[in-house]
């Protein structure tokens, strides 16, 4: 008599009571292991419910609409004589063949670019394999980047933005940091995005394997699995999506109190000081965070200017609403010594004969490509200082390998990788495709955000390009004034003559998301004009783009006058 499973719903993250939308079975089916039994839907995705084993369905015990959560039992189903065994292992061929293949395209690394351009490819009908070497898919960005960083800097702007609620007559008292509470809201956070991913790629039927890839030809890599052993894997293409890994500076100890943006992303406790050593998006971010939460904190950049390459006059705004955060905000300066000690982190600075002791310290100088950890020379692919070159589509010095993301230049951002993993994909499967983007946008998540695309005003004087340049002051916006955010700035950057826009900057809260606008004109080759007579929602923070391009125009009435046009 066959043994009766009763299959019950796996771990659903944070989601609990999701309703069933979809049951595409029926009670007497000869179902397959992996096969779908039933589709629930969450407030994020759709996510399938498999069978664990092969056999006969007996019983299904929820119908549509009904909901459940992990653990609910859902069906009852009689397994074949060899649903208990395990899957069979790959076949690796004994010799490199281009023509037995284990998949159409591997893809190196499941990070932003690594999991769309594993994505892009099953849906394109290519058999798929992605390596990834961490527990989980996401990659640095999702894991410890990116989405911690923001669920964290979530909690530091509503933690401000309620203290500076008093001056409009309403306070509240000290906050109380539960940090572990905080740990588990970012642990949810990363894990309902990470099963997410889990799930598209069994929806996808990608097959992900757990290790550390590095080339052993022009047509296989060996992997080091985390289970312990090796599997050699063999593709016809290759998409490689290994990312980069942050700098470590060599004065700096071995010491638990050292971190780079992954280490002060666990929050391993709230420094009364804390030195943050680089003045970029990833140090000003980690800033945020830990000054909202408590600690002064200096920051040491080597560079003359703080986010270098960003114009002067948005930082001259992030400056004078962060002076607060700041016990010390040096440029051009430069750690020369660190030593541990019982008290903490003894820094030194080059010119300083007195060193100054900190319970954290946050090495955030950077981050270098991955690209010669790979073995890639075994491939005849050409590495050059741990980047790749590729072309425009992608495609390193063997056409069938491609690299993506920050493996291949800056800027190093998840956005552009995910566009060029897309490319990479089509391009693997046949299709013809190219990464042509115009402009990558740039976001600063710090309070306020800065966000920038296409050319600068600074990029433009050094080049000796010549722009008009129109600026629309939040101190004009209704919303912003009632939003207590009259210091942001919208500006536009317009190529004289034609009047198109090349470029665009905006400081203020939800900049990064004001930014789109500006990124799709410059694409579509918009001008003052397009942008300016496009009706904007009023009272609106995005109506300040449509209104920087009436200044350009000479038309804004909602700044002094100017001369008739």
Request: glycine fraction near 12%; proline fraction near 6%.
């Amino acid at each position: 008599m066959p043994e009766i499973h009763e299959i019950r719903v796996p771990d659903l993250g944070d989601y609990a009571d999701v309703p069933v939308i979809e049951i595409p079975v029926k009670p007497g089916e000869t179902i397959a292991r992996d096969q779908t039994l039933l589709i629930v839907e969450s407030d994020k995705a759709t996510l399938d419910i498999p069978s664990p084993v092969t056999g006969r369905l007996v019983e299904m015990l929820v119908g549509l609409g009904d909901t459940v959560s992990a653990g609910t039992l859902v069906a009852r189903l009689a397994a074949s004589a060899d649903a208990a065994q395990p899957a069979p292992a790959p076949v690796v061929p004994a010799h490199i063949e281009h023509t037995d293949a284990d998949c159409d395209v591997l893809v190196i690394g499941g990070g932003p670019g690594g999991y769309s351009a594993a994505f892009r490819a099953a849906d394109l009908g290519q058999r798929v394999i992605l390596v990834e070497r961490d527990a989980t898919l996401g990659g640095v960005c999702l894991n410890v980047g990116c989405i911690p960083s923001k669920a964290l800097l979530h909690v530091a702007s509503v933690t401000e933005e309620a203290q500076r609620l008093a001056a409009h007559g309403i306070s509240f008292g000290a906050p109380a940091i539960d940090l572990d509470k905080l740990r588990r809201f970012k642990a949810g956070t990363v894990r309902r995005l990470t099963d997410g991913l889990t799930q598209m790629a069994r929806q996808r039927k990608v097959t992900v394997i757990r290790g550390t890839a590095r080339f052993s030809g022009a047509n296989a890599v060996t992997v080091a699995l985390h289970a312990g052993g090796e599997q050699g894997v063999n593709f016809r293409s290759a998409i490689v999506a290994a990312g980069s890994s942050p700098v470590a500076l060599p004065m700096l100890p071995e010491d638990p109190r050292i971190v780079n943006s992954t280490g002060a992303l666990e929050l391993p406790s709230v420094p009364r000081r804390l030195l943050v050593i680089g003045g970029g998006i990833i140090g000003l971010e980690m800033a945020t965070v830990y000054s909202a939460l408590g600690a002064r904190v200096d920051v040491v950049e080597r560079l003359p200017n703080l986010l270098e390459g960003v114009d002067r006059d948005l930082v001259a705004i992030w400056t004078k609403r962060n002076a607060h955060r700041f016990d010390r905000l040096l440029t051009g300066a430069e750690v020369v010594s660190a030593t541990a000690g019982a008290e903490g982190i003894a820094v030194t600075l080059a010119g300083e004969t007195q060193a100054t002791t900190y319970d954290l310290v946050l090495q955030a100088a950077g981050r270098r490509p991955n690209g010669a950890a790979l073995g890639l020379e075994a491939a005849g692919v050409t590495v050059e200082g741990g980047f790749v070159p590729v072309d425009a589509q992608m495609r390193t010095t063997m056409p069938h390998i491609l690299a993506i993301g920050d493996l291949v230049g800056q800027p190093m951002l998840a956005h552009k990788a995910v566009h060029q993993g897309h490319v990479a994909a089509e391009v693997a499967a046949g299709h013809r495709a190219g990464f042509d983007a115009a402009v990558i946008p740039s976001v600063a998540y710090t309070d306020p955000e800065i966000a920038w695309a296409g050319l600068t005003e600074t990029a433009a004087k050094a080049a000796g390009r010549a722009v008009e340049v129109a600026r629309f002051p939040w101190a004009a916006s209704g919303r912003a004034i009632a939003n207590g955010a009259d210091y942001g700035l919208t500006k536009l950057l317009f190529e004289p003559g034609t009047k198109r826009v090349v470029g665009g900057a905006i400081v203020g809260p939800s900049a990064g998301d004001l930014i789109g606008e500006v990124v799709l004109a410059i694409e579509m080759g918009a001008d003052a004009v397009d942008i300016g007579r496009t009706i904007h929602p009023h009272p609106t923070l995005g109506e300040t783009v449509g209104l920087a391009a009436e200044a350009a125009l000479g038309l804004c009435t909602d700044l002094p006058p100017v001369a008739h046009r």
